[in-house]
């Protein structure tokens, strides 16, 4: 576990000028998603993911096309009803939008996001939709827009790999976490050790590879930040025939879910 905080720390790429390119991609994936990108984008990516298809085909194209995720966040456990949801790293917002169908109307959700055009669409998006209990807000993850103890589960996909201090966001999430509360996030999970002169490529950041851990430093990073009861998911093969398959085979990168719970 310590090996894994000392690598973290390290912080092989400075965090603004990684987020300045972050915002860059994803403003991209935001205005014109019908681009080519590394990553599957899209309804077809949700239903590669598993996403259950009574709410995937009862929303519209609007709502589905800025979609990148790597996996389903709400395969670990079901969402119940009344739950308070905080997303890290919401981009256009489907994923809250499949939480707040979960917790209903007596339920809130707050996707939290640093890129302008991925905020102005969700938000677009959910006034469409009539959404009253979903809120998105302009942030950073290593700094959520969240009060203490707020949230009862914490979801995200594909996002945690391109934050710089992961330790950092981990400590955020727990601190947002009602005492009892869970995160369950979906990311990538490194199969071949990423090589340190590679960890400081930006653009490999930026492709989802340089950001990624192995299974047990995620499992490291989880616990490490107080939480309890770690448990992983199947692998899913996320970047199957997207233009970035090359490089993520190179490292053997596959998606996985995680779910733990702040004691």
């Given amino acids: 576990m310590t090996r894994t905080r000392q690598l973290d720390d390290e912080l092989t790429v400075d965090p603004a000028t990684l987020r300045a390119e972050v915002r860059e991609k994803y403003a991209e994936v935001a205005t014109n998603p019908d681009a080519t ?3 599957h984008t899209g309804r077809p990516l949700a239903h590669h993911l598993g996403y259950a298809e009574d709410i995937v085909d009862g929303l519209p194209d609007e709502a589905m096309a800025s979609f990148a995720g790597v996996a389903n966040p709400f395969s670990p ?12 790293g919401s981009g256009g917002g489907f ?19 640093m890129t302008p055009a991925m905020l102005e669409r969700s938000r677009r998006v959910a006034d469409t939709l009539g959404l009253t ?10 700094e959520l827009p969240v009060e203490d103890g707020w949230a009862d589960v914490i979801i995200s996909n594909g996002v945690l790999n391109l934050v710089a201090d992961k330790p950092k966001v981990f400590a955020e999430a727990h601190r947002a976490l009602r005492s009892g509360g869970v995160i369950q996030f979906a990311d990538i999970a490194v199969g071949r050790e990423v090589p340190h002169d590679a960890r400081c490529d930006v653009e490999l950041w930026t492709d989802c590879i340089a950001g990624g851990r192995s299974v047990d430093q ?10 309890t ?27 996985h879910t995680f779910r733990a719970r702040k004691s």
């Fill in 77 to 88: 456990a079901p969402i119940p009803s009344g739950s308070k949801v905080v997303d890290l």
């Fill in 133 to 142: 209990n979903v809120e998105f807000r302009q942030g950073i993850l290593e």
């Fill in 95 to 113: 994923d809250c939008f499949v939480a707040a169908r979960l917790v209903g109307s007596t339920g809130r959700v707050i996707g939290v996001d």
């Fill in 218 to 227: 995620w499992c490291d990073l989880i616990t490490a930040a107080g939480f």
């Fill in 229 to 255: 009861g770690v448990a992983v998911g199947l692998p899913t093969d996320t970047f199957s025939g997207a233009a970035g398959e090359e490089r993520a085979r190179a490292f053997d990168v596959v998606a």
């Fill in 37 to 39: 990108f590394h990553f």
